[in-house]
């Protein structure tokens, strides 16, 4: 039970037989069966659905009898089975006589505790917990040997090994102070600090813009829709069903993507039918706007405190579907009118966090090579709050309009994101419904585009970089002049200031980071930040850091990446000890299996975003050289005068430093044909401080 407010910890104890004991089920479909059924599906099952879906009306009507018609179906195919209960070790016969015959001596020795009994009790004590071990290393060495990497089993038991333990919701403290006990009030708990943090934000709003844009907004929507949309074709809709990722949870309707697969040509009619009429009407469903959200406990967060929680939302299976046929006409207009800055790498096909981090480092670099003095160069790493939970309705809308879009796709999506609920689901119990009214909806697959779009105007200010990656916010500038560098970086972040008070999107000064990047070694760093002109956003300071980590890269003054390294070693430690059960000398896994679950586990840790920091020295990439040693040792059983060379060649296994060469030159080779101007550019005129010379030596 949950802790009281003293130092006992209250115990329920049932004493006596249990006469409701149910054992623990779970659903299991019978798929062949449920295809067969939708197959099947006549004029009758669907007698509900108008004839022509016209009207919203009829769009609503025929939703549900679909909905609950593919219901029907699952439930008709599906049985309750038992669930395999694997924390009970089966054990052999001869186990269980001689569990038999401890337990008779433990009642022997009890009637008479005589020297005999004890030894002989003591003696089967041993034995049982011996063969016992036996067992259970019998059944861990058969299912390592029989798993293959193919099987899902190889990677659950891969990712369950490094997860943490789940951990049950422990009581939640409220705003009032007051705990949250059962699962009832942890929901509702929750939902309020959602609702709270997907709400406007109320930080240096400037009321004169929210007015101009709330009327401008109204004014354009009330107007009727004169563009056309694309009609919805069933091939689309197919091809659509087709990518589909089938291991998906499902929504509020418990429909996932594996049964929308199996749907007859029929049934996907009558879907683009419902899709063309929602397209007529300039609207999005009000039954698929609700959500079912589920918290994940942030590693490292205080377990008690509701905002620790990540939500995840479930959104319904055909909604998704129709978010997708929105999406693309979406995407269409967005690329054509080249709407998505160059400097925005989030969201994007081809663009990566690797590539956003190593233009940012070898413009650092470059101008480190500088002769006949180098030049240092100013960065800022703003904390962008809640980013995607908090996007003004409103001004998305009226940026949609300013950019030209289709007035029925834009109306179609200020429908998409306005009247949308939630439930916070805890253990099976759901909180009561609650509004959304600020940002793009979790999990679903517009929102990454419509985030893009609403900060796709971000002021840009002379001589001063900038880097985006999602709501990731980075601005450099160089100058052989510190104090000039840190005058321009100030400016760029007073314009950016300006432009997030007037679209509502709050800043944490505090968390936000400024660095100076220079290629010597400061005696006193302290001292050295002094000579530096403040940085403040919104009246208050920036302080400047040693180090920062950018996405995923720890950047240090020097950029020689001491700090990363280290970090990195240590993670890939803790999980190559985590997976020590499956990659250990005793493991019964064969070699090959082991390598895979090296490379694709531990080997990423050490080497992402290598071609950052491939120009370090050689004495670092050694402290990453000495986990793979470690790995190859304990996977084969090595002894001492065995050389790592030999164990490099036999498992064909190249070295840390050979690796990130190949992965490098890789790069380097594909680089120069991107289509971002912003990285083919740069590449083709050379990267003076990058691994390249390193690789061409």
Known sequence: MDDIDSDHRPVILRLGPQTDQTSETRTSVDWLRLETLLKATSSQDLDRIPDHIVSRQDTETAIEALTSHLQSAVRNSSRQVPVEDDRHLCLPDEVRVLLREKRAASRAHDRYPTEDNRVRLRELEREVKLRIREVREQRWDRTLRDIEPTHQAYWKLARALKSDTLTVIPALERADNTEAFDDEEKAECLAQSLELQCSPTTQ????????????????????????????????????????????????????????????????????????????????????????????????????????????????????????RVILSRLRDFAFSKHLIPDEQFGFRARHSCVQ?????????????????????????????????????????????????MPDRLVLILRDFLLGRSFRFRVEGTRSSPHPLTAGVPQGSALSPLLFTLYTSDIPKTPDVELALFADDTALYTSDQNRQMACVRLQAAVTELGEWFRKWRIEVNPEKSAAMFFSPGTLRSPKRASLRLKTISLYDQQIPWAKYTKYLGVTLDRNLRFNEHITIVRNRARFVMGRLAPMIDKRSKMSLRHKLTLYKTCILPIMTYASVVFGHVKPALLDKLQIVQNKFMRRAVGAPLYMRNVDLHRDLELPSIKN???????????????????????????????????????
Do not use: M
């Open 204 to 323: 240096n709003v400037d009321q004169s813009h929210l007015t101009e844009v709330d009327s401008e907004v109204e004014r354009r929507s009330s107007l009727p829709a004169e563009t056309t949309l694309d009609t919805v074709t069933v091939e689309e809709v197919q091809d659509l069903i087709k990518s589909l990722k089938p291991r998906k949870a499902p929504g509020t309707d418990g429909i996932n993507n594996r049964v929308l697969k199996l749907l007859p040509a029929h049934l996907i009619i009558i879907l683009v039918s419902i899709f063309n009429a929602a397209i007529t009407n300039c609207s999005f469903p009000a039954i698929w706007k609700e959500a079912d959200v589920i918290g994940i406990h942030k590693p490292g967060k205080p377990a008690n405190k509701p905002s620790s929680y990540r939500p995840i939302s479930l959104l319904s299976a055909l909604s998704k579907l129709y978010e």
């Open 356 to 404: 956003q981090v190593h233009r940012i480092t070898e413009h650092i670099l470059s101008h480190f090579a500088h002769r006949p003095r180098p030049i240092g160069t100013a960065a800022l790493f703003l904390d962008v709050a809640k980013a995607f939970d908090k996007v003004w309705h409103n001004g998305l809308i009226y940026k949609l309009y300013q950019f030209g």
């Open 659 to 697: 690796y990130i060469t190949s992965l490098s030159r890789k790069y380097f080779d594909l680089a120069p044909h991107h289509r971002n101007p912003l990285v083919a550019t740069l590449l083709r005129n050379g990267w003076p401080g990058s691994v390249r010379p390193r690789l061409e030596q």
